[in-house]
């Protein structure tokens, strides 16, 4: 039996998917969230979510995407001694 659970995923008109999980934070990091919703809602004149924070974050630090490469082109190989996923960039505060 398969103890896993999945994210639900969607498919968006966009070509892009969203994926709803729960991830537990410390305390600082909601409070930077807050401030780069802050700072995306003076930029864009209107109200933003903590997930388009985050999201906007994201997209912000990302690599591109190893399927976006030219053919011919391999992705370096990533390698860790743990064997661990790495974690998401921290959000500093600024730009």
């Known amino acids: 039996m398969n103890d896993r659970v999945t994210p639900p995923m969607h498919a968006l008109p ?18 930077r969230l807050g401030q780069e919703a802050g700072r995306l809602a003076a930029q864009m004149q ?3 979510t903590l ?13 591109a995407a190893a399927h976006a490469k030219p053919a011919g082109e391999q992705p370096a ?11 998401l960039p921290r959000l ?4």
């Open 14 to 31: 966009d070509g892009e998917a969203e994926i709803s999980l729960v991830v537990r934070l410390p305390w600082e990091d909601v409070a």
């Open 46 to 48: 209107r109200p933003v």
């Open 51 to 63: 997930d388009e924070a985050v999201s906007n974050r994201l997209r912000s630090t990302r690599p």
């Open 77 to 87: 190989a990533v390698t860790s001694s743990s064997g661990s996923v790495s974690s």
């Open 92 to 95: 500093n505060g600024t730009a």
